[in-house]
């Protein structure tokens, strides 16, 4: 396998902590393009991540960077005009991509689930709760009518929703956008799924209810040992939440590692911008936040080289017509940029963070 530019990617390595059986999910080169009228928007283009037993992943970047289409793409929910083009989604032993629809049917909701970004688009609004949670377990469980309703109870118990017997009964419409939420999140933990994908899980929500329901889920990831792929824009979400980080920028992972080194060390130029537009409670307030200069390209306009050229303090001659590869460098993270030399492989695929920074991490 290439990259857009045609040389090869070095090979996808698993990290070294990671023990025979605690790998989950193991994503390969991965690519989801939309065929559109004008041409091919390249959505998710070569991105290959892990994720480990109870461990957090975090993807983080710009809006229309791939975050989601990546998630849908694991899930496989993607609809035309959208096609998974390449690469492998490996589930424990088996690729989710070469399975039959019905068998794909049997691990959505049930070893994998996800929540939405919205909640009120997400939840069918002529269904009551219950019916909704009843639906996922009546697909995926063996249950009686009273055992659906007892773990429709005690699911919305979990997730901290009052007088859950009386919320049974409600339709969407009738909650507030942070009941809705955890309603979503209830119906993904129904079947005590192994891995969650949240899709920006607090967006919309007051600042208040953003907390509540990032504790939640810590909560119930502590409580069940299950892995979590953590989508959103917000480093501070990520520096609370997250083991490992993946920084995509159009489509690409730019820079991959663990969160303390990220935090400590940015390498990636626009990792290093994302955080310094970070505002700060050491930040004069006469001081002007940093930002990136610049715009993302257009995904039907991408230019020859690297894509992050327009908007790099630190751009070079070889930005303009060569497209990076994702490197290793001594520390164990990987990152795609020009000015790190570049390492020779002849390898597929893309490599993953070797380490765990051992020195703590920025959520300590």
């Not at 993807?59 to 993607?78: D, F, N, P």
């Not at 083009?85 to 424990?92: L, P």
């Not at 969407?172 to 993904?188: D, N, T, W």
């Not at 891995?195 to 208040?208: G, H, K, N, R």
Request: charged content about 25%.
């Amino acid at each position: 396998m290439s990259n857009s530019n045609g040389a090869p990617e070095p090979r996808m390595e698993l990290p070294e902590r990671v023990e025979k059986g605690d790998l989950l999910l193991s994503v390969r080169n991965l690519r989801t393009h939309f065929r559109v009228r004008d041409g091919i928007v390249r959505a998710v283009d070569g991105v290959s991540y892990a994720i480990e037993r109870g461990k957090t992943l975090g993807l983080v970047g710009e809006s229309g960077c791939g975050k989601s289409v990546s998630a849908l793409s694991v899930m496989r929910l993607i609809r035309p005009p959208g096609d998974i083009v390449e690469g492998e989604v490996m589930w424990q032993d088996r690729d989710l991509r070469t399975l039959s629809d019905r068998e794909m049917r049997s691990v959505r909701g049930d070893e994998i689930s996800m929540i939405f970004q919205e909640p009120m688009t997400a939840l069918n609004p002529v269904f009551t709760t219950g019916n909704q949670i009843g639906e996922v377990l009546r697909e995926h469980r063996d249950f009686t009518r009273k055992q659906r309703y007892e773990r429709t109870i005690e699911v919305l118990r979990l997730v901290g929703i009052p007088q859950p017997e009386q919320r049974i009964k409600a339709y969407p419409h009738e909650l507030s956008g942070g009941m809705r939420q955890r309603v979503m999140i209830a119906m993904a933990l129904a079947c005590e799924p192994q891995l969650l994908l949240a899709d920006e899980p607090t967006t919309a929500l007051d600042v208040t209810i953003q907390a509540q329901i990032l504790e939640l889920i810590r909560e119930i990831r502590a409580r069940t040992g299950m892995a979590l792929l953590l989508i959103t824009h917000d480093l501070g979400v990520i520096a609370e939440m997250a083991d490992d980080v993946a920084v995509m920028y159009t489509g690409e992972v730019v820079e991959y590692a663990d969160v303390g080194s990220l935090f400590a060390a940015p390498k990636h130029p626009y990792t290093r911008g994302l955080m310094t537009s970070i505002p700060s409670l050491m930040t004069d307030r006469a001081e002007r936040l940093s930002t990136i200069r610049g715009s993302v390209p257009h995904m039907m306009r991408l230019p020859l080289g690297c894509l992050f050229q327009s908007r790099c303090p630190d751009a070079m001659n070889i930005c303009r017509d060569n497209r990076p590869q994702l490197q290793r460098l001594e520390d164990g993270r990987t990152v795609r940029c020009h000015l790190y030399p570049q390492r020779p492989s002849g390898h597929d695929g893309e490599p993953l963070p070797q380490a765990r920074a051992t020195a703590g991490s920025a959520a300590s």
